[in-house]
């Protein structure tokens, strides 16, 4: 059931957000904060725990809960125009890095992240070091966030590929 007043009382003001992970085909940043109702069905009927309310109310994902299996039941159980249909878009469109406190990048063994990685995205190579070091194949990369949660270190970040601070002015009201 569509809160209407809800969604009216979201349109009638501007609202800024940080950058965040929304749920799995969202078709972008502003239909997202324009339709979502921040009705929480979807944080609810999340089996991983991954969905959280963010930042003005709106639901985000944060990976260090755990990762994305995409079963699809927090789309399941959306009822706004939010999402692309599943087979017509990557799931996520996220930019993934991994930062220089890596443990392997600073000599200590480690390949958590790779034993993670259903995809094989990650790969160690030896390069000029006696340590093997990650790597990542981004064509590989489904942005399941599973590498995130093992890391001991926090050293992989996913982030979404948008830098702006304001992502959705809605002025009108319908
Ligand atoms: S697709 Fe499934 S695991 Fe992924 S965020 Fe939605 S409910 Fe959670
Ligand atoms: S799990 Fe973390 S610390 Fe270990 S190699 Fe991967 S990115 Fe580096
Ligand atoms: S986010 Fe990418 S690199 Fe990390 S486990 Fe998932 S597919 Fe592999």
Redesign the pocket.
Same mark, same amino acid.
């Given at each position: 059931m569509v809160d209407l007043a809800r969604r009216n009382f979201f349109k009638a003001k501007s609202i800024h957000t940080k950058p965040a992970i929304r749920l799995p085909y969202v078709a972008n940043e502003d239909t997202f904060i324009e339709n979502c109702t921040q009705c929480a069905r979807c944080i609810t009927s999340c089996p991983e725990n991954i969905i959280i309310k963010g930042d003005a109310g709106f639901p985000e994902i944060d990976f260090a809960r755990g990762e994305c299996t995409f079963c699809n039941k927090c789309i399941d159980v959306c009822d706004e125009p939010l999402f692309n249909h599943v087979d017509s878009a990557p799931a996520f469109d996220l930019h993934i890095q *991994?930062k220089g406190n +890596?443990?392997? =990048?600073n000599q200590v063994f +480690? @390949? &958590?992240? @790779?034993d993670s990685c259903d995809t094989e995205a *990650?790969s160690f190579r030896y390069l000029d070091s006696s340590i093997p070091q !990650?790597q990542i194949l981004l064509d590989s990369c489904n942005g399941c966030g599973a +590498?995130v949660s =093992? +890391? !001991? @270190?926090a &050293?992989?970040e996913l982030s979404p590929h948008t830098t702006l601070t304001k992502v959705g002015e809605i002025n009108e009201c319908s």
């Open positions: *991994i +890596c443990l392997a =990048v +480690c @390949q &958590s992240c @790779q *990650i !990650p +590498c =093992v +890391c !001991p @270190q &050293s992989i």
